[in-house]
Structure formats: structure tokens, C-alpha cells
Nanobody, 126 residues
Framework: QVQLVESGGGLVQAGGSLRLSCAASGRTFSSYAMGWFRQAPGKEREFVAAIRKSGGRSAYADSVKGRFTISRDNDKNTVYLQMNSLKPEDTAVYYC???????????????????WGQGTQVTVFS
């Protein structure tokens, strides 16, 4: 089992930046591939970004490529999502996720991640 706690959400003007953090506890953090999802009101939860267990190559949704960066610090048991050039359409609850299999984040039709955080609200106004 792993517990995930997101932080860093808030209210930001369009064009601004936020850095989300997800602190993990429980099982060894490095055993998990990590991801970020988001869900806007009335919409399905969608994939945002994912990173492999040891870092390195990452994957991003087309809607955030070039603007968002996922990273992790396994010594701190934390994964980050740096969000730049924010747009109103980025407004959503952002969820941190953990799974032992990286491929579920990037393969179409794959199952949902095994573990989720409680979410943190990001609101972008124009």
C-alpha cells in the first residue's frame, strides 16, 4: 500500500505557473511509476503526465506538452508537476497516482492506476 498526498494547488492567472507536489508514504516510492490526472466538473478524469520508476523518460497528454513537466525525487518520496503557461482550460482537480506498471499510463484502454491521492484544486482565471 502507498498513500499519496497532493499539495500546491491554488488560484492563478492565465499565463502563470504552479508547481504541484505529491508526497508518498507507505511502500517504497521507487517501486512505483507515478502519474498525474485531472478532472474538470462534468468531465471524465483524464491523463496528464507520467514518469517511470527511476525517472528519465516521461509521457504527457497532448494538451499539456511543452507547458507541463513531471519529475520525481525518490530520496524525498515526492513527484512534482510543474505547470507553466497555464490556461483556463487547465482548471480541474489534479490527482496524483501510483502504479507498479508504467505502461498503464500510456497504453490506450489500460486500467486505472492502483493508488490515488485526494486531489488538489487548480483554478486558472483570465
Amino acid at each position: 500500500q502507498v498513500q499519496l498526498v497532493e499539495s500546491g494547488g491554488g488560484l492563478v492567472q492565465a499565463g502563470g505557473s504552479l508547481r504541484l507536489s505529491c508526497a508518498a508514504s507507505g511502500r517504497t516510492f521507487s517501486s512505483y511509476a507515478m502519474g498525474w490526472f485531472r478532472q474538470a466538473p462534468g468531465k471524465e478524469r483524464e491523463f496528464v503526465a507520467a514518469i517511470r520508476k527511476s525517472g528519465g523518460r516521461s509521457a504527457y497528454a497532448d494538451s499539456v506538452k511543452g507547458r507541463f513537466t513531471i519529475s520525481r525525487d525518490n530520496d524525498k518520496n515526492t513527484v512534482y508537476l510543474q505547470m507553466n503557461s497555464l490556461k483556463p482550460e487547465d482548471t480541474a482537480v489534479y490527482y496524483c497516482a501510483a502504479d507498479q506498471t508504467y505502461e498503464i499510463y500510456v497504453v490506450r484502454g489500460a486500467r486505472r492506476p492502483d493508488y490515488w491521492g485526494q486531489g488538489t484544486q487548480v483554478t486558472v482565471f483570465s
